[in-house]
């Protein structure tokens, strides 16, 4: 993030991060300078430029002519970096292509709808792959992103051989009952006695404190603007109306924090959200297949838990290309 904003400091020039990806050295970065301020020639060796694309950041350096190339779409705040550590593990074998949202950096406006975002990843997506089969993924809720890139594909009569959400829940998931509510208050003040009621007033105080000055709190690093991508994506779920979804679907998810048991016989995770087996997908996509794997929601898909995933993965692709058992395993080694 230094190294960008001196850039755009000293040559009025902004990049997104995904630059690093596609021009990973000092030489290329210089040429991608020189090509936008028009001034010294590009150094000798440098990489030509590559596409300007707005979403699609190529993420592991293979062709995407090697072999049918895999789409992951970033997550709620649209950055593709936590999904570097996927793509280096399909280095030997296919091409894996991060989509990032726009407006992440510099002063784009966000989509403001799931399926406006998906048309135009999917404008740039087939820059790359004219035709199917594809391969799409999303991670969190950039999978509500890709599941609606799946149903514009099949639409237009292209086949989606792969629609793998990872860890990625409903785009509006149900609020909890007043009921289990106070259950999980209850249990709470069973396990840490009247410390609870203090802790709890405390918090409270703080945040209608907080509430009042209207203060934003965002840890996220100086660039990315990530209180605004957030926004505009609970604005688009909130309103997409989920159709339904009868081809095949991966859910790969990691264990269930089933933290509070509630009515029903039902389980609220820590976060205070209903637990289900199929982040409740299955009343949309009834074909849905369940994955478990190793890590939390954020450090699935990073290693070394991310091994697991993308080893499940290959699987699943292979099986939807058919593609043969000793392909697997060199890719795999």
């Keep these: 993030?230094?190294?960008?904003?001196?850039?755009?400091?000293?040559?009025?020039?902004?990049?997104?991060?995904?630059?690093?990806?596609?021009?990973?050295?000092?030489?290329?970065?210089?040429?991608?300078?020189?090509?936008?301020?028009?001034?010294?020639?590009?150094?000798?060796?440098?990489?030509?430029?590559?596409?300007?694309?707005?979403?699609?950041?190529?993420?592991?350096?293979?062709?995407?002519?090697?072999?049918t190339p895999l789409f992951v779409v970033a997550g709620m705040f649209g950055n593709v970096l936590n999904l570097r550590h996927l793509a280096q593990q399909f280095a030997r074998e296919r091409a894996v292509y991060g989509l990032q949202a726009r407006g992440l950096i510099g002063d784009s406006a966000p989509h403001e709808t799931i399926e406006t975002a998906a048309a135009?990843?999917?404008?740039?997506?087939?820059?790359?792959?004219?035709?199917?089969?594809?391969?799409?993924?999303?991670?969190?809720?950039?999978g509500i992103t890709a599941y609606e890139m799946a149903q514009q594909l099949r639409a237009a009569?292209?086949?989606?051989?792969?629609?793998?959400?990872?860890?990625t829940p409903l785009p509006v998931r149900p609020s909890l009952s007043r009921r289990d509510k106070a259950l999980i208050k209850?249990?709470?003040?069973?396990?840490?006695?009247?410390?609870?009621?203090?802790?709890?007033?405390?918090n409270r105080i703080a945040w209608e404190f907080e509430k009042r000055r209207g203060k934003q709190t965002d840890t996220a690093p100086a660039?990315?603007?990530?209180?605004?991508?957030?926004?505009?994506?609970?604005?688009?779920v909130g309103q997409y109306d989920t159709p339904r979804w009868e081809g095949p679907m991966t859910l790969f998810r990691p264990p269930l924090d089933r933290h509070y048991a509630v009515s029903g016989g039902n389980h609220v995770s820590a976060a205070r959200e209903y637990v289900f087996h199929d982040n409740d997908w299955t009343q949309y996509a009834p074909h849905v297949e369940v994955i478990e794997v190793p890590g939390d929601h954020d450090s699935m898909v990073l290693s070394p838990n991310v091994v697991v995933l993308a080893s499940e993965l290959r699987e699943i692709i292979a099986e939807a290309l058919d593609l043969p058992d000793n392909d697997i395993a060199t890719a795999a080694e």
């Design 1 to 67: 993030m230094r190294l960008f904003a001196a850039v755009k400091r000293e040559f009025g020039v902004e990049f997104p991060l995904s630059v690093l990806f596609e021009a990973p050295t000092i030489a290329d970065i210089a040429a991608r300078i020189t090509a936008q301020v028009g001034e010294a020639a590009a150094p000798e060796g440098a990489a030509p430029d590559a596409p300007g694309f707005q979403h699609l950041v190529p993420l592991n350096g293979v062709k995407a002519d090697r072999a």
């Design 120 to 142: 135009d990843y999917i404008a740039e997506l087939r820059q790359v792959q004219p035709r199917g089969p594809y391969l799409l993924s999303g991670f969190s809720g950039g």
């Design 157 to 167: 009569g292209e086949d989606v051989a792969t629609l793998a959400l990872l860890d």
């Design 186 to 202: 209850l249990a709470e003040l069973r396990t840490q006695g009247p410390a609870y009621l203090r802790d709890w007033a405390r």
């Design 223 to 236: 660039g990315f603007n990530n209180t605004k991508i957030e926004a505009a994506f609970l604005r688009a």
